[in-house]
């Protein structure tokens, strides 16, 4: 089973409406980080949380960490039809061998 | 230079050709990456350089061969490729591959690749 899960699969909002993504994993990890995917494209890198950290701020980008609950959001504020993508969060773990593993995913359509 | 560059960006072949996808990345990365994700699912991991060496084969077919000439070049060699191995192969890069700590992955536009 995949390492990530992310819920929902898929969103669709309004434009200048937030969007949260989950993220759900099973081991233990050194940090978790998300990446934006276009359609199609590469991924790019939104922001990495420490496990010993609980929330993060990027711009319009909001991450929580609950290492108890295995568990990460994504806020996304004032949400703008540029950011209709695919959401994945990727976490390594932290025993045994290294993998990076990327979460299920959740697309978001952001309509104008 | 933030850049991960692949070619080509779309390769149709079919399964007797050898063909090869090419990265390449000039930030002084020395952990690289290849990926493979088919439509609506996550990239999954398929082989990990580090300091030009492989250090990960996630048990992928030998149908598949790696290749790192140099640190800022990886090359994926495919020869006898199966209809199911059509995808997205995405290449990215790390500043190194470290145990104790994620780095983050720059990854290129990736090739879209079509066995027939």
């Known amino acids: 089973s995949q390492q990530g899960e992310e819920d929902p699969q898929a969103l669709s909002i309004q434009e200048g409406e937030n969007a949260t993504m989950n993220c759900s994993y099973k081991t233990s990890i050194n940090n978790l980080q998300w990446y934006r995917q276009n359609s199609g494209r590469g991924l790019v890198h939104l922001i990495l949380i420490r496990s010993n950290e609980r929330e993060k701020h990027s711009g319009r980008l909001r991450v929580t960490l609950d290492t108890s609950k295995k568990s990460s959001s994504l806020l996304i504020t004032a949400s703008r039809a540029a950011d209709t993508a695919s959401y994945f969060c990727?976490?390594?773990?932290?025993?045994?061998?290294?993998?990076?593993?990327f979460g299920t995913g959740t697309r978001l359509k952001v309509l104008a | 230079d933030t850049e991960v560059t692949q070619t080509p960006k779309h390769l149709v072949m079919g399964m007797t050709n050898k063909k090869s996808l090419k990265c390449e990345q000039h930030m002084g990365h020395r952990a690289m990456y290849w990926y493979k994700q088919k439509a609506k699912k996550p990239p999954e991991l398929m082989f990990v350089y580090s300091y030009e060496k492989l250090s990960i084969n996630e048990s992928v077919p030998s149908r598949f061969s790696p290749e790192c000439p140099n640190s800022s070049l990886l090359n994926l060699h495919l020869h006898a490729l199966q209809p199911e191995d059509s995808a997205l192969y995405l290449c990215a890069s790390s500043q190194r591959r470290s145990g104790e700590y994620q780095e983050t992955q720059y990854f290129g536009p990736g090739t879209r690749l079509l066995v027939l």
């Open positions: 990727a976490t390594e773990r932290s025993l045994g061998t290294y993998k990076y593993i």
